[in-house]
């Protein structure tokens, strides 16, 4: 079935600094979703993606769907400590997620 | 209203007890969803209802039973459950088209003893 990859793991940033994860998937999407956990909280809906080469952006965030839509990138500029939580990649398929990466930012 | 709400929060079971977990949202959506998440790992889906119907499950054991009494509602209940089964169960509602997105709970934190 399909497989949603997400790297990286985790990543620790200082504030102000920019942050990106990937997602890739070994079938093509019929679209991606992104959301948002923070510690202790429950996933929130970011965004969904589905036209192929398709680009929204969200005031510092952006997210990217690749153009054979097997892939996606959310990226953050300026990160602040607010942005701090799990971002995961959800492939509409067969609403697999993927494993997450988790954000830490040091003020 | 956004809103998805759960009960209980928390919930403390024995291997013997039966117990159900509550799932309510008043968005008007017609697919419903249940998820399992351990810590430090993504949600993993469990069931999904759509129209009431129970249209996936995802090879869950037996001693997870789900049912959705109405547009509004969706149960799990729980029997003999394992230790390995402590973990936050999430709810989820969205439309059941092509293009949707999910709302999500706050989850039942379960930890069976």
């Known amino acids: 079935g399909q497989q949603v990859m997400q790297i990286p793991q985790y990543q620790h940033v200082q504030e102000g600094e920019d942050f990106t994860t990937y997602c890739n998937s070994s079938?093509?999407?019929?679209?991606i979703q992104w959301y948002k956990q923070r510690p202790g909280g429950h996933p929130v809906f970011l965004i969904q993606l589905v036209k192929s080469g398709e680009v929204k952006k969200q005031k510092r965030l952006t997210f990217q769907f690749g153009e054979a839509k097997k892939n996606s990138s959310l990226h953050i500029t300026a990160t602040q400590t607010t942005d701090v939580g799990t971002y995961f990649c959800?492939?509409?398929?067969?609403?697999?997620f993927g494993a997450g990466t988790r954000l830490t930012v040091k003020p | 209203d956004t809103e998805v709400t759960q009960t209980p929060k928390h919930l403390v079971m024995g291997m013997t007890n039966k117990k159900s977990l509550k799932c309510e949202q008043h968005m008007g959506h017609r697919a419903m969803y249940w998820y399992k998440q351990k810590a430090k790992k993504p949600p993993e889906l469990m069931f999904v209802?759509?129209?009431?119907?129970?249209?996936i499950n995802e090879s869950v054991p037996s001693r997870f039973s789900p049912e959705c009494p109405n547009s509004s509602l969706l149960n799990l209940h729980l029997h003999a459950l394992q230790p390995e089964d402590s973990a936050l169960y999430l709810c989820?509602?969205?439309?059941?088209?092509?293009?949707?997105?999910?709302?999500f709970g706050p989850g039942t934190r379960l930890t069976v003893t």
């Open positions: 209802y759509s129209y009431e119907k129970l249209s």
């Open positions: 989820a509602s969205s439309q059941p088209r092509e293009s949707y997105e999910q709302y």
């Open positions: 959800a492939g509409h398929n067969d609403m697999r």
């Open positions: 079938t093509t999407l019929s679209n």
